[in-house]
């Protein structure tokens, strides 16, 4: 059973669309991390959130932290084709590591 | 500063036969660990350590083996590869054990025939 549950897995969308991806668990973290994928390369981290209810923002993302820190968004405005690549979300396990959804592959094409 | 290394980039087994992915990092990472990454799987946690001499495991551990001697090093051992575990694995590494961020190697890409 995945502990962090990403939908959707796949995002086909045109330059200019929003998309919204999102991250969901039955358990609560203390924190949830975003990082991006590019092929060939390892993840990069984009944010953490914390805060039940956070908002954060990153030039066109918005990433929010739910309430009851079970779930988290992330919502891309204007989407470029440089928004290509594969978004993981991340949260903690057994206290110290650190476990993955199983990510959305964007695709934003011009 | 080099960051998190992995060794070697690409690597083709025969079932059965035994290898070490390497993994080294010049950041004073506390917490190390490796990840393997299939196509629609995400990243899934193999191992980790949050110091030297302590190891954990994740949640794929099976067929692999770590140590960790010292704070920069953090091996993979295949004991008796299987084609099962043809993926892309990648280590990676934060300063504090609980909380920051990760960072990772490039990524070792291994098929077992």
């Known amino acids: 059973t995945q502990l962090l549950e990403q939908s959707p897995q796949f995002l086909s969308i045109q330059e200019g669309e929003n998309l919204t991806v999102y991250c969901n668990s039955s358990?609560?973290?203390?924190?949830l991390q975003w990082y991006r994928q590019e092929p060939g390369e390892g993840p990069v981290l984009l944010v953490t959130?914390?805060?039940?209810?956070e908002v954060k923002k990153l030039k066109r993302l918005t990433f929010q932290f739910g309430d009851a820190r079970k779930d988290s968004s992330l919502h891309i405005t204007a989407a470029q084709t440089g928004d290509t690549g594969l978004y993981l979300c991340?949260?903690?396990?057994?206290?110290?590591?650190?476990?993955f959804g199983k990510g959305t592959t964007l695709s934003v094409s011009s | 500063n080099a960051g998190v290394t992995q060794t070697p980039k690409f690597q083709v087994l025969k079932t059965g036969q035994s290898m070490t992915l390497q993994c080294a990092q010049d950041?004073?990472?506390?917490?190390m660990s490796w990840y393997r990454q299939d196509p629609g799987m995400g990243l899934r946690l193999i191992h980790y350590?949050?110091?030297?001499?302590?190891?954990d495991q994740g949640e794929v551990p099976n067929g692999y083996n770590v140590s960790r001697s010292t704070t920069e090093d953090f091996p993979l051992r295949l004991l008796s590869a299987a084609p099962s575990q043809t993926s892309v694995y990648f280590c990676?590494?934060?300063?504090?054990?609980?909380?920051?961020?990760?960072?990772f190697g490039e990524g070792s890409r291994l098929t077992v025939l």
């Open positions: 990676a590494g934060r300063q504090d054990r609980r909380t920051g961020e990760l960072f």
């Open positions: 350590s949050v110091g030297a001499g302590i190891t």
């Open positions: 358990s609560v973290f203390s924190s």
């Open positions: 959130v914390v805060t039940g209810g």
């Open positions: 991340a949260g903690g396990w057994k206290g110290t590591a650190l476990i």
């Open positions: 950041m004073n990472h506390e917490y």
